[in-house]
């Protein structure tokens, strides 16, 4: 990253070093202080009106330059993320969290600066929304469809990969680094999840089966011997290329991909073990990778004919009503 300044190098190495941030993280970190230095420059009138945007050198950013940086700052920052780069409510609390994260850096751990101006920086307000997912009928659809593949090598590794999201609730990054060593005795895989943690996956017999279906035709002459699911290229199937596959079946069945998308497979299996497995939410939690039980408490909340027959379960609710 030759445009990196060396303030800000410092601290994606000691994230990913040092903390053990996951690497997709800290690129996430990296995106977010890029746009906020070039912004700052923008603000501090330090390149000319004209300059494009994204073409905004900030390798010269330095010590100085981030003393002088104020909480009036980083509110307009927000505020340019809203109104010019039309971010939503998401999108600026990862850009407050980089920003709360990297000042807290200078200030705490290497105490590079005197005051911390993100300190009492707040994110954006967000309303909290139920989970977008495929009903029972719209998954066995979805499956449906890739049986319709004609190549039976590709037949076989989609079904496996939509039936990996549609049972076991992964997210995308941890379904695309399965490696064939981490499958133990068939019944149980180990995965990288968020916060580069590792957690295991209990494989339900129609995911051992499907694995065992895929492993029987799967590419042997590749790139990456341990990987589980094989491109065309021979390699690992990375996240976007499992993407693109999962959207093709999207369109082949009717479904908005700018609504579904692969972590819309993560809140189905979610939401199917909730609605019909009687999934205790704490071992919900669990499965999903969640840290706080609060993320997994919106899968609570989905199923609203469950909670009309918990009340019409009542056994007041039968008694009729006489003269009051």
């Known amino acids: 990253m030759d445009n990196t300044p060396l303030i800000l190098d410092d601290y994606l190495n000691y994230m990913e070093t040092i903390r053990g941030t ?12 890029n746009t906020f230095f070039r912004f700052i420059k923008v603000r501090y009138k330090l390149v000319s009106s004209d300059t494009d945007f994204d073409e905004i050198e900030i390798h010269d950013i330095d010590l100085d330059l981030v003393k002088k940086i104020t909480i009036l700052d980083l509110h307009a920052f927000i505020s340019f993320t809203d109104k010019k780069l039309q971010n939503g409510n998401h999108a600026k609390s990862r850009k407050v969290s980089s920003l709360r994260s990297f000042f807290k850096y200078l200030y705490s751990t290497v105490a590079l600066i005197e005051n911390n101006p993100a300190e009492s920086l707040e994110g954006p307000k967000t309303n909290s929304r139920y989970p977008v997912y495929l009903t029972l009928d719209q998954s066995e659809m979805l499956l449906n469809a890739i049986l319709e593949n004609p190549s ?8 496996a990969i939509i039936m990996l999201f549609l049972n076991c609730g992964l997210r995308l990054s941890e379904l695309a680094s399965i490696n064939i060593s981490k499958i133990k005795n068939n019944d149980t895989l180990t995965v990288i999840g968020k916060g580069n943690k590792e957690r295991t996956i ?123």
């Open 22 to 33: 996951s690497p997709n993280t800290v690129k996430e970190y990296y995106y977010d202080l």
């Open 202 to 324: 209990y494989l339900n017999d129609a995911c051992q089966d499907v694995i065992s279906d895929y492993l029987t035709i799967r590419p042997t002459d590749v790139n990456d011997p341990d990987a589980l699911f094989i491109s065309k290229r021979k390699n690992r199937m990375s996240n976007r290329a499992i993407q693109h596959m999962v959207e093709r079946y999207f369109k082949k069945i009717g479904l908005d991909t700018s609504v579904y998308s692969t972590h819309k497979l993560r809140h189905t299996a979610a939401t199917l073990m909730y609605k019909y497995g009687n999934v205790d939410i704490r071992a919900l939690q669990e499965i999903l990778g969640h840290e706080s039980v609060s993320t997994t408490q919106i899968y609570t909340h989905i199923d609203d004919e469950r909670l009309r027959d918990a009340i019409k379960s009542n056994p007041l609710a039968n008694r009729k009503k006489n003269n009051i």
């Open 152 to 159: 039976e090598e590709y037949r076989k590794r989609d079904y």
